[in-house]
């Protein structure tokens, strides 16, 4: 009972990204995507006005509140997902902070893994407690998970793999936690993308993205989803309309275009890291590789159990005292000619990063220990470029 199938599935990934939502087969359609490049919608006449706002009729009126080019983008990813609806925002972080907002009220607790993304640590630490939500931490394997829950526990936020060490949190223990305490449970599949993890097929009741990595996958837009049941999704654009994170239309065709995509990108990306992940663990001067693809990973297991591949997000520390460590991973960092050295993940070029520099920023030592990050470590996202090329590049930089 692995693969609990919630909705019939007609057609595969690829399939679904390029014609999902889209009506293809009506005389002189566009093959090609049109952008509803509009702020408003014209109500016609005044009864459409007078139904509209007695809630008779559904219509678009501007495009914060709706567009239909969002609603393409939306299709195309609650099909990928699984799920009976989603909804796109102006960000991931947007798809995030609304999701939880749109749950939790003062006086509220919830439970996330404590190694997720440190702009979603950062909005728990600091910004839920303020508005007094209760944050609790757990470590990704869930240990001790069911001390944390009290009578004002809401629900449970999960992030697999993690970032950077590429932790994983077993997808069907989360969500029979969550059902058996009667919390929503809700995951950021950013890193894994619907292709090789589908979370609600495992129970989880929704499922968030940073669109800006791969799912949009060409470092060109800045963009978030969530996806999850009618009932919760209209929540969701509820606080996304107020708080005012939803898409730009233009923003919505860049994804569109880049999920057309997604299918062979991801595959390809995740033949590759696999490559560049056996390379680097072989190579003399490093010390560890994280890669849930490797047999010497802890969770390559899992992996294999609840993923349909393990991705193209990948770190590495270099050998030595962490002092050493870090001016190696620097020095590598600096002479890298493939790889970009920049921030973000998940598209077409290969970068490199230092978290300590720049997803864990600010974090104290015993937070960084907390996340299983050290000051050497690198983290490597792997694009589409030859991977031929970019172990070569590897080999050239750490020499
Ligand atoms: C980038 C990222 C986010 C934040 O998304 P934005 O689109 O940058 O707001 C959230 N979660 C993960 C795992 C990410 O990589």
Redesign the pocket.
């Known amino acids: 009972m692995k693969h609990k199938k919630v909705a019939k599935k007609q057609w595969g990934d690829g399939t679904i990204a390029i014609h999902m939502g889209e009506d293809h087969h009506r005389g002189d359609a566009p093959v090609g995507v049109s952008i509803a490049r509009t702020a408003n919608f014209v109500f016609g006449d005044t009864e459409r006005m007078k139904l509209r706002a007695e809630g008779k009729l559904s219509a678009y009126i501007y495009t914060r509140y709706g567009n239909p080019t969002l609603a393409l983008a939306e299709k195309k990813i609650a099909a990928l997902e699984g799920a009976e609806e989603a909804i796109v925002t102006a960000?991931?972080?947007?798809a995030?902070s609304s999701a939880l907002l749109s749950l939790l009220r003062a006086g509220d607790e919830l439970i996330s893994t404590q190694q997720i993304?440190g702009?979603?640590y950062r909005l728990m630490r600091d910004t839920l407690p303020r508005l007094g939500i209760t944050v609790r931490f757990v470590e990704s394997d869930l240990g001790g998970i069911e001390r944390l829950v009290t009578p004002r526990t809401k629900a449970l936020y999960v992030?697999t793999p993690t970032?950077p060490t590429l932790r994983l949190v077993d997808l069907e223990r989360a969500a029979e936690f969550a059902k058996e305490w009667g919390l929503v449970s809700l995951i950021?599949n950013?890193?894994a993308s619907p292709i090789l993890q589908k979370p609600i097929e495992f129970g989880f009741d929704m499922v968030l993205h940073?669109?800006?990595?791969y799912l949009s996958g060409h470092s060109d837009v800045?963009?978030?989803a969530a996806a999850g049941s009618a009932a919760l999704i209209r929540q969701v654009r509820e606080t996304v309309i107020g708080l005012g994170g939803s898409m730009d239309p233009e923003a919505a065709f860049l994804l569109i275009r880049g999920m057309k995509t997604l299918r062979v990108r991801v595959e390809h990306q995740h033949r590759s890291a696999l490559e560049v992940a056996r390379y680097l663990s072989k190579h003399p001067k490093v010390a560890r590789v994280h890669y849930p693809g490797l047999s010497s990973h802890p969770d390559h297991a899992l992996a294999k159990r609840q993923m349909h591949g393990f991705g193209s997000m990948m770190a590495f520390e270099l050998k030595g005292t962490p002092k050493a460590a870090l001016a190696a991973a620097r020095r590598f960092c600096d002479r890298v000619k493939v790889f970009l050295l920049a921030a973000?993940?998940g598209g077409v070029e290969s970068l490199v990063v230092l978290p300590i520099y720049t997803s864990h920023t600010g974090m104290s030592p015993a937070e960084l220990k907390a996340s299983g990050v050290e000051p050497g470590t690198v983290r490597v996202s792997i694009g589409l470029e030859d991977p031929e090329d970019l172990i070569e590049d590897l080999r050239q930089a750490l020499a």
Do not use: M
Not at 91 to 94: E, V
Not at 210 to 213: D, G, I, L, M, Q
């Open positions: 960000s991931g972080s947007a995030i993304y702009g979603s992030e970032n950021d950013t890193f940073s669109a800006s990595k800045i963009a978030g973000s993940l």
